[in-house]
């Protein structure tokens, strides 16, 4: 029986400097996010209308439970929207 081949995965090269991701809500010293500040939400939802994850934008673990209770009780009260009806 053939062994199998282990895949090759591209690695980020050493000297490639990335952005230092830091959490927007501390820095402004935001105590909870409201779920009416659309401009705010809208800032941590894709095109396609998923929330972003804390890996990417960066936000503390505190603050990604409160933005996405955040974005689906907006969602709820339909000042977001579930997905974005023109995107294809």
């Known amino acids: 029986m053939p062994r199998k081949q282990k895949k090759n995965f591209k690695r980020r090269k050493s000297n490639q400097e990335t952005k230092r991701r830091y959490c927007k809500f501390t820095a402004l010293g935001i105590e ?19 929330i972003m994850p804390a890996r990417i934008t960066g936000t503390s673990a505190k603050y990604q439970r409160q933005l996405t209770k955040a974005v689906k009780r907006a969602r709820h009260l339909a000042l977001l929207p579930y997905v974005d009806s023109h995107y294809r």
Not at 32 to 50: A, H, P, Q, R, S
């Open 32 to 50: 909870e996010v409201d779920y009416k500040d659309i401009n705010l939400l809208k800032e941590y939802i894709t095109e396609t209308g998923k």
